[in-house]
Every structure is written in C-alpha cells, then in structure tokens.
C-alpha cells in the first residue's frame, strides 16, 4: 500500500508540475519568456541523465535483491528437505526431531510474511536441533550420520536468517525524497514553453505513469514477502511434502 501511494504521488506531481507550467507561461510578462530565460530553464533539463542513472541503480539493486532473497528461499527449503533425509537413516530415534521439523516449516507457512521470524516458528526450530543433539548411538556409523545431520540444521538455520535479514530491504526516504523532487523539477523545466496541445500532454502524462511504476516496482521487489508482487512459497510447501513421504 505503501509503494502504491508513493507511485500515485509521484505520477502526480511530475505530471501537474509538467502541465502547471504549461499552464503558466502564456500569463508571465514577457521578460520571463525571453529566449534567455527559456534557454537556462531548458539546461536544467540536461540534468535528466543523473535521476535516469539513480532510477536505473535503484531498479537493478531491487532487482538483485529480490533475486538473491528467492535464490536463499530455494537454498533454505532444500536444506530442510536435506535435514530430514540426514535423520531417516538414523531410524525410529530420529522420529521425534523429525516430526518438530515437519511442525516448523509448517508454521512458517502460516507465518505471515514466511520471513517474519515469529516466536513460535523459531522455538520450533530451536526445538529441532535441541531433540536432535539429545540423540545418543553406539554404533558408529550412526554416529557419522547424526553428526551429518547436526551439520546440516547448523547450515540450515544459518540460511533461515540469511533470508530473513535480506527481505527486509528498504530504500532509505530521503532518497525516495530526493529522486521525487528531482524528477519533479525535471518535469516542469520541459513543461515550460511547451506547446499545449493533446500530443505533448498525453505525452507528459504517459511519462509520468511509467516513472510512477518503476519507483513503486522498485520498492515492491526491496520487500519480497509483502504487497502485490511476492515471492512464491511453493519451495516450503514442496519441502513439506517431501518430509511427509
């Protein structure tokens, strides 16, 4: 809700910038309307490179994130479905440390976002590798095999906040801020003097709306697990199958 109303607020501004000074030129004197008044205004325009380079920055950094935090998604669903295929040879021992996995990426799945680390889903990863350490054998190739499994809930938790910590990506508001005001500027700058008719404002307007959606694409994919364009859970829900076979 957050991106769609900054998306709104932008189109807003840089198209009622471009057609307010369209709308203002006619009545200024004509001392303001002077080819080197017009001449320094359409100079600031040249500046449009630097908020196009910003804009395309902050798109690939969205971009990578939401990438990287999908790649890390797939890692940590195919280390609990390792997990659990690391505890079945270890046989009816292993059930109870099993059954607590099952229990946990369930409840992450519950969890709304899967990557908000609820008190319940992390105790009930905690309790995993608690049942797990508590597991005693004789023999030693069980022995490998537990210890196997203890090194993969390591690795496993590790790439459990991997991910939590990289969906909450957020671009920082006086950034935000400063893009706005700048493409605002820009916007009036090649509004003025501009000849007003259907072809120009339909222009300004459908420039207006694509920079819109590219900011509010861009701090929907800095969240991965929140608004309209979300990361699929179909990895854990595939990891919970697996461990129910």
Request: aromatic share 8%; glycine share 4%.
């Amino acid at each position: 809700m957050v991106a769609f109303v900054i998306a709104v607020l932008i189109f807003v501004l840089l198209s009622g910038a471009a057609l307010a000074t369209m709308a203002v030129h006619g009545r200024l004197k004509e001392h303001h309307r002077s080819d080197e008044t017009n001449t320094s205004v359409r100079l600031v325009a040249l500046f449009v490179t630097m908020p196009s380079l910003l804009l395309g920055l902050m798109m690939n950094n969205a971009a990578n994130t939401y990438v990287a935090v999908d790649r890390n998604l797939h890692v940590f669903a195919t280390d609990i479905i390792l997990l659990d295929r690391s505890m079945r040879p270890l046989g009816e021992s292993a059930d109870e440390p099993r059954r607590r996995l099952l229990a946990y990426v369930e409840q992450v799945l519950r969890d709304v976002p899967i990557s908000r680390a609820s008190e319940v889903s992390e105790h009930l990863l905690d309790e995993v590798g608690n049942s797990l350490r508590e597991l005693r054998f004789d023999d030693e190739q069980k022995v490998a095999l537990w210890n196997d499994a203890r090194s993969v809930y390591r690795q496993a938790v590790q790439q459990r906040w991997t991910f939590v910590e990289q969906s909450d990506g957020s671009f920082p508001s006086p950034l935000i801020c400063i893009l706005v005001g700048w493409l605002t500027l820009m916007f009036a700058t090649l509004g003025f003097r501009a000849p007003r008719n259907a072809v120009v404002i339909s222009t300004y307007i459908a420039a207006a709306a694509l920079i819109s959606a590219a900011v509010y694409l861009i701090i929907e994919m800095s969240t991965p697990f929140s608004g309209p364009i979300q990361l699929s859970d179909r990895p854990l829900v595939r990891a919970v199958e697996e461990i129910r076979r």
